[in-house]
Each structure stands twice: as C-alpha cells, then as structure tokens.
C-alpha cells in the first residue's frame, strides 16, 4: 500500500513569480488609468462650475444692489420679567436699508427699545432655536417702526442669560 501511495502525482504548483508580477504591474496601469481619467473630469466640472460662477458675478452695474449700513449697538444688560433673578445680555446689530444712514440717536432709541421689550419677555419665550428667530422677529419689527422703515434686519450677535 505505500508503493500505491508515492505513486500518486505531486499537487500542481501556484503561479510562477513573472506570472504575479505582470498580474500586479498590468492591474496598477489599469487603476493608475483610471484615476488619472476621473481626475481629469473632475477638474473639467470643478472648472465649469468657476466659470459659471465668474460669469454670474459680472453683472451691469445698474444690477448690483448696494449693501446696508450695519450699526453694532450698544450691548443691553437686563432682567426679563419672568423670573426676574435671571439676566440677559443682548449684542445686537441693525442693517440700514441701502442709501439710509443711523444716526447715533436712532440707534440709542432703538436699544432703549430693545431693552424695554427684554423686560416684558418670559424666559420661556427664549427657549430654543424658535425662542430666538421669534426674539429677532420681535425685535425687527420694533426697529422698522422706531426708524420708519429705515432699519431693513436685525442681527444677535451674542444673548447670554444668567
């Protein structure tokens, strides 16, 4: 039984090494191929897109809309009605419509405004990110009508409460 045994065929061999090396070379000239072909649509796209983008950006000068003035105002430091041991501090800015100036005065009334407004609010009011697109709601509506349509928006910059 052990002459039967050696008499059976070797397993065949793998690969030779030339036959992996040129599988592995002629796979790396495919990739390298490819990248270099998705590289080059990216950069025809990405150029398009820069150039669309310059052609929008020269418009007629009779198209441009000239920018507001933004006047910072003075920070408010305030307590809110409900409860009244907690204090707000409010940095806030106005936008001019475009071609209208804010005079010192102006923005004086306005935050005395915005300060008395502060003292009427609940601090549940404030809650959350719908709490403070409402305060900025509020407070632009007070700011159109203390400067007669001249305040065109109203930024918050800071609202820290304590």
Request: avoid cysteine.
């Amino acid at each position: 039984m052990s002459a039967v045994a050696e008499e059976t065929t070797p397993a065949p061999k793998g690969p030779s090494m030339a036959a992996l090396v040129a599988v592995v070379g002629i796979l790396t000239l495919i990739a390298a191929g490819g990248g270099w072909l998705l590289g080059g649509q990216l950069g025809l796209a990405k150029q398009e897109t820069e150039d669309k983008a310059a052609a929008s950006s020269h418009k007629a000068p009779e198209e441009e809309v000239p920018a507001g003035t933004v006047v910072a105002l003075k920070p408010i430091l305030t307590n809110v009605k409900i409860p009244q041991n907690v204090w707000l501090r409010l940095e806030a800015g106005v936008v001019a419509r475009p071609g209208e100036k804010v005079s010192d005065e102006l923005a004086a009334t306005i935050t005395g405004d915005f300060m008395a407004f502060l003292r009427t609010v609940n601090l549940m009011q404030l809650r959350g990110t719908a709490g403070l697109e409402y305060l900025r709601t509020d407070l632009e509506e007070r700011a159109r009508m203390r400067s007669e349509g001249r305040i065109e928006k109203v930024y918050i910059w800071a609202l820290v409460m304590e």
